[in-house]
């Protein structure tokens, strides 16, 4: 489980095809400090386990390898990544630690594609207090996004400013646009989406409560 909070850009060191999977190898000095074998960091809001064992880990300090089967390279944005892509990382969040996000899985639910960003006001310095950015969205999903709700997009927890039925927009601080991917976006970049659990289950309680599960 985690939070939606990331905590550093990443680089992608390689990519190794498997076959119908993939190994990717990463550097992240924070992220990896503490990085056992078995254990999990969400990259780009995809749940990931690292493959290397202790000793393997520190021989290669700041890095670590995980292994992607083919579902999540379909049902993801990571099938497209390469040597020298950023990606979004973040470690399991600790039992009684803050929850500065949300509730998030690292289980992809779809992805999406940037249609718009729009910078906002500008601040004294001229740079832009805010970015606007428009996602789409598939339509399965745009019950469980609601206006001021959240959604993880690249593993970042968000806050809904507008929701459609097939699109939504998030206003981005600057330290969200400096410290994740989601500031190097452009228009027509995919992403990862992962709606709120919490939606999920709601829906799923009241359907069998009406009777509409057998």
């Given at each position: ?10 680089e992608?060191?390689a ?9 990717i190898?990463?550097?992240?000095p ?9 254990e ?10 690292v ?5 393997e ?9 995980a ?21 979004n990382?973040?470690?399991?969040m600790a039992?009684?630690?803050?929850l500065g ?15 718009s ?20 969205l598939?339509g ?6 609601v206006?001021k709700?959240s959604?993880?997009v690249?593993g970042v ?10 699109e ?8 969200t646009?400096?410290?994740?991917t ?6 027509g ?6 709606v ?5 289950h ?13």
């Open positions: 489980m985690f939070t939606g909070i990331v905590e550093e850009l990443g992608v060191l990519v190794q095809e498997l076959g119908d999977s993939a190994r190898r990463i550097r992240g924070r992220v990896a400090e503490d990085a056992r074998h078995g999990s960091i969400a990259v780009n809001g995809v749940c990931l386990t493959v290397e064992d202790d000793a880990l520190a021989d290669s300090p700041g890095e670590f390898s292994d992607v089967m083919a579902e999540t390279l379909r049902r993801s944005s990571l099938g497209g990544l390469a040597e020298g892509s950023r990606v990382l973040e470690r399991a039992l009684g630690a803050r996000g949300h509730l998030v899985q690292g289980h992809v639910d779809a992805t999406g594609t940037l249609l960003r729009t910078p906002g006001q500008a601040g004294a310095d001229g740079s832009p207090l805010w970015d606007v950015l428009r996602f789409s598939p399965r999903l745009a019950r469980y996004v206006e709700g959604i993880a690249d927890s968000l806050t809904v400013v507008e929701a459609g039925a097939d939504f927009s998030v206003s981005l601080i600057p330290t646009l400096a410290a994740t989601l500031g190097l976006k452009a228009p970049d995919a992403v990862n989406l992962e709120d659990i919490l939606a999920k709601v829906e799923r309680l009241l359907a069998a409560r009406e009777g509409a599960l057998s």
